[in-house]
T-cell receptor, first 114, second 115 residues
Framework: AQSVTQPDIHITVSEGASLELRCNYS??????LFWYVQSPGQGLQLLLK??????LVQGIKGFEAEFKRSQSSFNLRKPSVHWSDAAEYFC????????????FGAGTRLFVKA | GAGVSQSPSNKVTEKGKDVELRCDPI?????LYWYRQRLGQGLEFLIY????????KSGLPSDRFSAERTGESVSTLTIQRTQQEDSAVYLC?????????????FGPGTRLLVL
């Protein structure tokens, strides 16, 4: 069965520091992978997605993610975190044909300290 | 254009009552999804509509949950005889069409509290 694991429930980084949020997936075929961000009081917003091709994907707000098939990982990175990046981040895998479901990880809450 | 909207934004109800949650997808989006997000947890898939096809109800947790969608417009999620464990944020999303590669656009959610 498809699954997504985000091993870190929460992470705290200093403003200006680099960030890496971990995501591991389980899926039998080539997955479609997504990262979403949920800011307080707001809906989920897509940061980036991977379907095929270049394994390093650029997204909005300066985020990037790298697909590593050998590690079944799709980690999210940002070189310099801003206070406004404090939010909850969800990794997701899109799977199936016909009826389609997106499987979400439990999320990682990012705290940014001054 | 307008994004996905949901109403009400908050709902407090008593155990045993029925509730109805509404979702207005982005105009022209044929696919619509409902998710449940319990406190501190990820999103749990509930149901998926695609055009006039039969919905994928495989995520509905019990027969107290049902959802309808008229054509490619509004959808309502109904929870009958609510229980305290139904307390959660219910999120609706729509996408242009079906397919695992499609971007889903989420509404702000309805926060449901069952007392």
């Amino acid at each position: 069965a498809q699954s997504v694991t985000q091993p870190d429930i929460h992470i705290t980084v200093s403003e200006g520091a680099s960030l890496e949020l971990r995501c591991n997936y389980s899926y039998g075929a080539t997955p479609y992978l997504f990262w979403y961000v949920q800011s307080p009081g707001q809906g989920l917003q897509l940061l980036l997605k991977y379907f095929s091709g270049d394994t390093l994907v650029q997204g909005i707000k300066g985020f990037e993610a790298e697909f590593k098939r050998s590690q079944s990982s799709f980690n999210l990175r940002k070189p310099s975190v801003h206070w406004s990046d404090a939010a909850e981040y969800f990794c997701a895998v899109g799977a199936g044909t016909g009826g389609f479901k997106t499987i979400f990880g439990a999320g990682t809450r990012l705290f940014v300290k001054a | 254009g307008a994004g996905v909207s949901q109403s009400p934004s908050n709902k407090v109800t008593e155990k045993g009552k029925d509730v109805e949650l509404r979702c207005d997808p982005i105009s022209g989006h044929t696919a619509l999804y409902w998710y449940r997000q319990r406190l501190g947890q990820g999103l749990e898939f509930l149901i998926y509509f695609q055009g006039n096809s039969a919905p994928d109800k495989s995520g509905l947790p019990s027969d107290r949950f049902s959802a309808e969608r008229t054509g490619e417009s509004v959808s309502t999620l109904t929870i009958q005889r609510t229980q305290q464990e139904d307390s959660a944020v219910y999120l609706c999303a729509s996408s242009r069409t079906t397919g695992a590669q499609e971007t889903q656009y989420f509404g702000p959610g309805t926060r449901l509290l069952v007392l």
